[in-house]
């Protein structure tokens, strides 16, 4: 096999905009490290088929139907937003160098277009729901006014950092997963450190695939969710201890949790199609907050793009029964709660702030110890 993977990036073409483009004397405009992440998503396939910003039309077309104009799947909108000052430059200057918060240029943006939105449709349209107390509600809501559109070219990656060692490329990705013998591969999305019962559910994946690539997003995330450094450490502590050779690969996503539901449930799905995954594990309430979405939601919308190459796999909830001596879903155990091992997130969260390890069913007990040895595990 010697092209780098079978199944087929979004749209048919894995996009690529690292080009040597010359910045000097273009004007400058400062975006936040979610936006410079998004930026270098676009440049390396990530995104595939977007090679910038959203353009008007395409941007309603996301928010009314979840695709792009030309009828390609496609949920959640990926735009530049800017205040009117900045937008009035920028449409003068026509190539606007990118920086990070760190001053570095990191792109040339060509514009394109610029428009302004209605943020309350926006939202309603991306997390059916305009309740501000939805955190990607209020994030929208906190958007500057304008959005500008056009392709980008990269230039320049920021300093290698701690966080940034696993970020791999579809590129990278496809090249390992060729290079490991692996056909099937089945991606795992996750914002959390692994309890067993998500090892179990990997695990399960993979008996009849070849491989599982844990991809878990590091970026903003809301307040409460654990922080991006123990999140990794857990996953390459668990790797480490508790997976075969070759059967299981870490590799970081950059960009910020929408909180969409089932739309970002979509957009997880392609990313990882981009990725050269095959499968991709979509759980309850995959992506949700709150009580926003219906359990099931984000299972149920695949229905709605039954073109997608990438299928997703749905499993029930796991967890140890103390009768059954195993790990099991409701569809197998017909047990009550009372001997079942399972834990809430708050529960979790309020065991490991008082210095407590949970029960070595509910989390293995050196990633619990990296968690209590983490100085401040949760996000503010």
């Given at each position: 096999?010697?092209?780098?993977?079978?199944?087929?990036?979004?749209?048919?073409?894995?996009?690529?905009?690292?080009?040597?483009?010359?910045?000097?004397?273009?004007?400058?405009?400062?975006?936040?490290e979610d936006l410079a992440n998004d930026v270098?998503?676009?440049?390396?396939?990530?995104?595939?088929?977007?090679?910038?910003?959203?353009?008007?039309?395409?941007?309603?077309?996301?928010?009314?139907?979840?695709?792009?104009?030309?009828?390609?799947?496609?949920?959640?909108?990926?735009?530049?937003?800017?205040?009117?000052?900045?937008?009035?430059?920028?449409?003068?200057?026509?190539?606007?160098?990118?920086?990070?918060?760190?001053?570095?240029?990191?792109?040339?943006?060509?514009?394109?277009?610029?428009?302004?939105?209605?943020?309350?449709?926006?939202?309603?349209?991306?997390?059916?729901?305009?309740?501000?107390?939805?955190?990607?509600?209020?994030?929208?809501?906190?958007?500057?006014?304008?959005?500008?559109?056009?392709?980008?070219?990269?230039?320049?990656?920021?300093?290698?950092?701690?966080?940034?060692?696993?970020?791999?490329?579809?590129?990278?990705?496809?090249?390992?997963?060729?290079?490991?013998?692996?056909?099937?591969?089945?991606?795992?999305?996750?914002?959390?450190?692994?309890?067993?019962?998500?090892?179990?559910?990997?695990?399960?994946?993979?008996?009849?695939?070849?491989?599982?690539?844990?991809?878990?997003?590091?970026?903003?995330?809301?307040?409460?969710?654990?922080?991006?450094?123990?999140?990794?450490?857990?996953?390459?502590?668990?790797?480490?201890?508790?997976?075969?050779?070759?059967?299981?690969?870490?590799?970081?996503l950059h960009t910020q949790m929408k909180y969409?539901?089932?739309?970002?449930?979509?957009?997880?799905?392609?990313?990882?199609?981009?990725?050269?995954?095959?499968?991709?594990?979509?759980?309850?309430?995959?992506?949700?907050?709150?009580?926003?979405?219906?359990?099931?939601?984000?299972?149920?919308?695949?229905?709605?793009?039954?073109?997608?190459?990438?299928?997703?796999?749905?499993?029930?909830?796991?967890?140890?029964?103390?009768?059954?001596?195993?790990?099991?879903?409701?569809?197998?155990?017909?047990?009550?709660?009372?001997?079942?091992?399972?834990?809430?997130?708050?529960?979790?969260?309020?065991?490991?702030?008082?210095?407590?390890?949970?029960?070595?069913?509910?989390?293995?007990?050196?990633?619990?110890?990296?968690?209590?040895?983490?100085?401040?595990?949760?996000?503010?």
């Amino acid at each position: 096999m010697s092209e780098t993977h079978s199944i087929k990036p979004h749209g048919g073409i894995l996009v690529n905009r690292i080009i040597e483009t010359d910045p000097t004397g273009l004007f400058s405009i400062t975006i936040s490290e979610d936006l410079a992440n998004d930026v270098e998503n676009i440049a390396d396939g990530i995104f595939s088929p977007l090679e910038g910003f959203l353009g008007k039309e395409d941007f309603d077309s996301v928010v009314s139907r979840g695709r792009l104009a030309n009828d390609l799947a496609w949920t959640i909108p990926i735009v530049l937003d800017v205040d009117e000052e900045t937008v009035n430059k920028m449409k003068k200057a026509k190539d606007i160098l990118l920086k990070n918060p760190d001053g570095i240029g990191v792109a040339v943006l060509h514009v394109d277009e610029t428009f302004t939105f209605d943020k309350e449709k926006a939202a309603q349209g991306v997390y059916g729901t305009s309740d501000s107390s939805h955190p990607g509600v209020a994030y929208t809501m906190s958007m500057k006014d304008w959005l500008v559109s056009g392709k980008i070219d990269y230039i320049q990656r920021p300093n290698d950092t701690e966080i940034r060692k696993n970020r791999l490329t579809p590129t990278q990705t496809r090249e390992s997963f060729v290079k490991a013998g692996w056909k099937t591969i089945c991606a795992f999305q996750t914002r959390n450190p692994p309890h067993v019962a998500h090892e179990m559910l990997q695990k399960t994946s993979i008996t009849t695939r070849d491989g599982v690539f844990v991809n878990p997003v590091i970026g903003k995330k809301k307040s409460g969710d654990f922080v991006d450094e123990v999140i990794v450490k857990c996953y390459e502590t668990m790797i480490k201890l508790y997976y075969p050779e070759n059967r299981c690969k870490l590799g970081t996503l950059h960009t910020q949790m929408k909180y969409a539901g089932p739309k970002e449930a979509i957009h997880h799905a392609i990313m990882r199609q981009n990725y050269g995954c095959t499968h991709i594990i979509i759980g309850r309430d995959h992506a949700g907050v709150g009580k926003f979405y219906d359990p099931m939601a984000a299972q149920k919308i695949f229905d709605d793009y039954p073109e997608l190459e990438i299928s997703p796999v749905f499993f029930p909830p796991f967890f140890y029964c103390r009768k059954c001596l195993t790990y099991t879903t409701p569809k197998a155990c017909p047990h009550d709660n009372d001997v079942k091992e399972q834990i809430s997130g708050t529960a979790l969260r309020e065991m490991i702030q008082n210095g407590q390890a949970p029960s070595e069913f509910i989390l293995r007990p050196e990633v619990a110890q990296v968690i209590l040895d983490h100085p401040k595990p949760f996000v503010d």
